[in-house]
């Protein structure tokens, strides 16, 4: 039996430049985005890589997450069995409380050196794939939606047809002129679905999501604040449209809540929520009991951690819902990996090949670290 332990562990800090600005209610980004990736090495010399993709108004910051792993879990980690992944990572979490996304990034590089050195793919170490596809998302959210529009009008016809509009973050006039623009140009030609980030008050919220609803979204995603579980149950039961919960649903104890309180009809997983790929398999797996599929949300990660979610979603049935993993593609410059995970016809083409299926470029990875902690 393989006996490799975990004998290194380099942390870079990355902050990517961005193409286009992004307007989303909370957070806006503009410029660059960080994060924070790591490299475990085995000591049979199988290398694998993992990635921290905070956001500081959703999840934490990537500062934080750097600390988590160099300070708090690489003592832990050191001469860890590389093959005793889940009991890594109870370890992990007895050591330090939180810090998901510093967690989901040892889980990936962990499960990407199981893979390499056995042949396998992370997709077949969470039980082999039930797609080879997945579904993609592009996000509207450019200050600019001119931009957006004529951004749409070369994807639609390349094959892209999902869109999900950042809404609640320009007025509510303008949001459904918006809509008004989208529907009359392409018709039911794309699937449309709306994202609030939390930015409607429970007072007066369903008669602007009536409104919305006029244009036949695929679902409505976290229209409210993420306590206010209640007035999300209201809008399940007074709206056609599907309501999804993301901010309202970190993790396992969150989604109970969920289903308890009939708070939500779909979900959105994100690995920088759940903290990790076997966790995010327990989240659907209780998703699936209760009828509520889920969907491959994001923060703002590139192609490592990517890589991980396409992996995820290839092995989960009840990710259904398609992904949101447009950034290597369409707004990050670099994605540190030697070549993208591919996009064709609108899908996400899971990598074939062992572990995460994707080669990192150490240049790329050394010419936009910031920061390197190597000890
Ligand atoms: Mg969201």
Not at 36 to 45: K, N, Q, R, Y
Not at 149 to 171: D, F, S
Not at 252 to 264: G, M, S, T
Not at 308 to 322: E, F, H, K, V, Y
């Amino acid at each position: 039996m393989n006996q490799a332990v975990v004998e290194r562990i380099r942390l870079f800090f990355i902050e990517s430049p961005i193409k286009m600005a992004r307007l989303q209610g909370v957070g806006n980004v503009k410029g660059t985005v960080k994060r924070v990736l790591v490299e475990l090495t085995a000591s049979d010399g199988v290398v694998g890589w993992g990635e921290a993709a905070p956001w500081e108004v959703f999840t934490g910051t990537a500062e934080a997450a750097l600390a988590a792993i160099d300070v708090y879990l690489r003592p832990v980690l050191m001469g860890r069995p590389v093959r005793r992944v889940r009991e890594t990572m109870t370890l992990l979490d007895r050591a330090l409380v939180g810090h998901a996304e510093a967690k989901v990034a040892i889980e990936m590089a962990l499960l990407d050196i199981v893979g390499k050195a056995s042949g396998l793919s992370v997709a077949d170490l969470l039980g082999g794939r039930v797609r080879d596809t997945i579904p993609l998302s592009f996000s509207i959210a450019d200050p600019d939606f001119a931009a957006d529009l004529e951004r749409m009008r070369a994807m639609v016809p390349a094959g892209n047809v999902i869109y999900k509009v950042k809404t609640g973050v320009k007025p509510h006039k303008e949001d459904l002129a918006h809509l008004e623009a989208m529907r009359s140009e392409f018709g039911d030609a794309i699937d449309l679905r709306l994202d609030y980030n939390q930015a409607l008050q429970p007072f007066g919220a369903i008669k602007i999501l009536r409104d919305v609803d006029a244009f036949a979204p695929t679902f409505i995603e976290q229209p409210v604040p993420r306590d206010n579980l209640d007035a999300m149950a209201a809008f399940v039961a007074a709206l056609d449209t599907p309501i999804l919960a993301d901010e309202s649903c970190f993790d396992a104890r969150d989604l109970n809540e969920v289903i308890r309180l009939k708070a939500a009809n779909a979900i959105s997983v994100k690995l920088m929520k759940a903290g990790g790929l076997l966790k995010a398999q327990a989240i659907m797996a209780i998703a699936d009991q209760a009828g509520l599929p889920g969907y491959g949300g994001t923060l703002w990660e590139g192609g490592i951690g990517l890589a991980a979610g396409t992996q995820l979603i290839a092995a989960t049935p009840g990710i259904s819902l398609g992904c949101e993993f447009y950034m290597p593609h369409h707004v990050l410059t670099e994605d540190v990996l030697e070549e993208r995970v591919a996009n064709r016809n609108g899908h996400v083409v899971v990598p074939d090949g062992p572990g995460l299926g994707i080669r990192v470029s150490e240049a790329s990875v050394r010419a936009n670290a910031r920061i390197l902690a190597e000890r």
